[in-house]
């Protein structure tokens, strides 16, 4: 079934016990992200089971709020009638088909086959209607005050409040097509929001377009629509695609959108809350900090301003939002659902790619683990370079190459085929000085950084594709404080990856270690920062994977040159302890 609104959502959840109902006093200012962080933790070992969170009573404000309302598998499978594997196989399924039946002449008994996929192609198109509830309540000009609502003081060292899941619409002013992105916004005051447009997104690519043309934006916020819409608008879309087809394409129902009170900006119908503005050319503030998903507070930095003009909302309006931070969090469900989603349209264009994961633990741009089929020599390399050109894909940082039979979503698995096809000298690509996640803090500066891939394939490897080292290491046999007094503790992972927990010094440290005979076998040695519990196996991937520039932090035993090639000789090493240019990790 789909479903026309929030409000019937999260009576669809309710039913299935996936709904809490709060009717106690909580703060909008970090008491309702603690509730949510503590419920995290509670779920911790069944964490598809985890509840949406409705806020009956909400200190300073009328609204009620509704959070992590696909926070769970379970939740994003109610809202698509059916199991993202299961929606990805059908597009991958459909899609590949029409390749065959178009180079053999049988589209006809294609069209046939896939009579109740082109049905549902029908709701592509959005209808419009005239009148809304989200028309209900009508505020221009002074009477305009974000205020009045319960926007969300997630962090403590967050810059102020922040929108945290506004559909964000806007219109190409050369194309005239539509972008809808879920972005951060924060409230400068009553009627200013700041609009963290980060690199790779459509809305700043329209706002650059306006720019150029030296004309306003304009935007509107949609708060609290049909859930499909807000999975649609983090969907990670070719450019120029619209999101409100997708939605209409999932739910089996065209999208009702209506027309802004100020602009010609279509907006969905079923939202809760409608913001409406204009972003001025060449206009910004400061923007930030606000403790993201990569578990650390983003820099400051300057973003576009929205000026609102109007806002319009039911009378009786929920307000949704969302939180991010070390995970898990909410989303956790919704980015893994992207990957099962889109995984087999990926394969398309890749034939050799069997599985895609990218891990929430490292907050999902950091970590992409592929397995492909090698049909020849290296052919994972130019896999891995075709990943990183690839829409959102092309921010991922630390790309590792695995053969089919390895399950990419196992770390453990994935550590077990480093051990054994993995050598620096052959198989470590450093990409230095390109574009990276604006959340990415480790890099230079903002935007900018590097990336690896990590080929840990039989036929990648120039060497013999033989096991190297079958016998993996469960322990050091080292005296870790006789190293340096600094080292707190160690642990070791599938013989592969040893992690050292560390107070300070840890480049120091870690230079030594990697000229240890000891630890030679090991693949991959990492150091961390003495916040990083090494037992968790979340927050492990977490303090590794967020807190390292491949160019800057990645260290071997030894560096030589053939040519212009660099030959990398010893375990990896890693040195992904906090510095002093790193924003600080979110705490309460």
């Given at each position: 079934m789909s479903f026309s609104s929030l409000p019937e959502f999260l009576a669809a959840l309710d039913r299935k016990n996936l709904l809490k109902k709060i009717s106690a006093e909580v703060d909008p200012e970090l008491e309702i992200n603690k509730i949510v962080h503590q419920t995290y933790r509670e779920?911790?070992?069944?964490?598809?089971?985890?509840?949406?969170?409705?806020?009956?009573?909400?200190?300073?404000?009328?609204?009620?709020?509704?959070?992590?309302?696909?926070?769970?598998?379970?939740?994003?499978e109610i809202l698509l009638g059916k199991t993202p594997e299961k929606v990805g196989e059908e597009l991958g399924n459909a899609i590949h088909s029409l390749q065959t039946a178009a180079a053999t002449g049988k589209v006809l008994s294609w069209a046939w086959d896939q009579k109740d996929l082109l049905m549902n192609a029908r709701h592509t198109k959005p209808s419009y209607v005239e009148d809304a509830p989200c028309k209900e309540v009508k505020k221009f000009g002074a009477?305009?005050?974000?205020?009045?609502?319960?926007?969300?003081?997630?962090?403590?060292?967050?810059a102020g409040k922040f929108i945290t899941s506004g559909l964000v619409i806007t219109k190409s002013p050369k194309t005239g097509a539509r972008n809808m992105g879920v972005y951060r916004l924060q409230v400068h005051n009553s009627k200013e929001l700041g609009l963290h447009w980060q690199i790779q997104k459509g809305g700043g690519f329209h706002f650059s377009e306006a720019e150029e043309l030296n004309e306003p934006l304009e935007v509107a916020i949609a708060i609290g629509a049909d859930p499909m819409?807000?999975?649609?608008?983090?969907?990670?879309?070719?450019?120029?695609?619209?999101?409100?087809?997708?939605?209409g394409f999932l739910r089996g129902k065209s999208v009702p959108l209506i027309r802004c009170a100020t602009s010609d900006l279509m907006v969905p119908a079923s939202a809760e809350i409608i913001i409406e503005g204009i972003a001025r050319p060449k206009r910004t503030a400061v923007e930030g900090p606000f403790g993201d998903h990569f578990g650390h507070y983003s820099h400051a930095a300057p973003f576009p301003v929205?000026?609102?003009?109007?806002?319009?909302?039911?009378?009786?309006?929920?307000?949704?939002?969302?939180?991010?931070?070390?995970?898990?969090?909410?989303?956790?469900?919704?980015?893994?659902?992207?990957?099962?989603?889109?995984?087999?349209?990926?394969?398309?264009?890749?034939?050799?790619?069997?599985?895609?994961?990218?891990?929430?633990e490292a907050g999902f741009h950091n970590l992409l683990v592929a397995s492909s089929k090698q049909r020849y020599e290296k052919e994972s390399i130019k896999t891995a370079l075709g990943l990183l050109g690839e829409g959102q894909l092309s921010l991922s940082k630390c790309v590792v190459l695995v053969d089919p039979e390895v399950n990419v979503r196992d770390?453990?698995?994935?550590?077990?085929a480093i051990h054994q096809h993995f050598e620096p000298k052959?198989?470590?690509?450093?990409?230095?000085?390109?574009?990276?996640?604006?959340?990415?803090?480790?890099?230079?500066?903002?935007?900018?950084?590097?990336?690896?891939?990590?080929?840990?394939?039989?036929?990648?490897?120039l060497h013999n594709s033989a096991p190297q080292n079958p016998n993996p290491q469960t322990d050091t046999n080292l005296n870790f404080h006789s190293v340096d007094p600094n080292i707190i503790d160690s642990r070791v992972m599938e013989g592969t990856l040893l992690v050292v927990k560390?107070?300070?010094?840890?480049?120091?440290?870690?230079?030594?270690?990697?000229?240890?005979?000891?630890?030679?076998?090991?693949?991959?040695?990492?150091?961390?920062?003495?916040?990083?519990?090494?037992?968790?196996?979340?927050?492990?991937?977490?303090?590794?994977?967020?807190?390292?520039?491949?160019?800057?932090?990645?260290?071997?035993?030894?560096?030589?040159?053939e040519g212009p090639r660099a030959i990398h000789s010893g375990?990896?090493?890693?040195?992904?302890?906090?510095?002093?240019?790193?924003?600080?990790?979110?705490?309460?």
């Open positions: 779920y911790s070992h069944r964490l598809n089971e985890i509840p949406a969170l409705l806020f009956e009573n909400v200190k300073g404000s009328k609204f009620p709020v509704a959070i992590n309302v696909l926070g769970s598998d379970r939740s994003i009477d305009v005050n974000l205020n009045e609502f319960p926007i969300l003081k997630c962090w403590p060292l967050d819409l807000w999975l649609a608008g983090v969907f990670p879309l070719p450019e120029g695609i619209d999101e409100m087809a997708m939605a929205l000026e609102v003009k109007c806002i319009t909302h039911k009378s009786n309006a929920i307000y949704q939002a969302a939180v991010v931070g070390k995970p898990p969090q909410e989303d956790k469900a919704m980015g893994e659902t992207i990957t099962k989603v889109f995984m087999p349209l990926v394969k398309l264009t890749k034939p050799e790619l069997t599985d895609l994961w990218a891990y929430y770390f453990k698995a994935v550590l077990r052959h198989d470590f690509i450093l990409l230095p000085g390109i574009s990276q996640d604006t959340l990415d803090f480790t890099g230079p500066r903002i935007n900018f950084g590097s990336k690896m891939i990590l080929d840990a394939t039989k036929l990648g490897t560390v107070n300070q010094g840890g480049r120091e440290i870690l230079k030594r270690l990697l000229q240890r005979p000891e630890l030679v076998s090991f693949k991959i040695i990492a150091v961390v920062s003495d916040d990083v519990p090494l037992k968790d196996d979340i927050l492990i991937l977490w303090g590794i994977f967020t807190r390292f520039d491949c160019e800057r932090d990645i260290l071997f035993k030894e560096v030589t040159l375990p990896l090493g890693i040195d992904a302890t906090w510095k002093p240019t790193y924003p600080k990790p979110v705490e309460f």
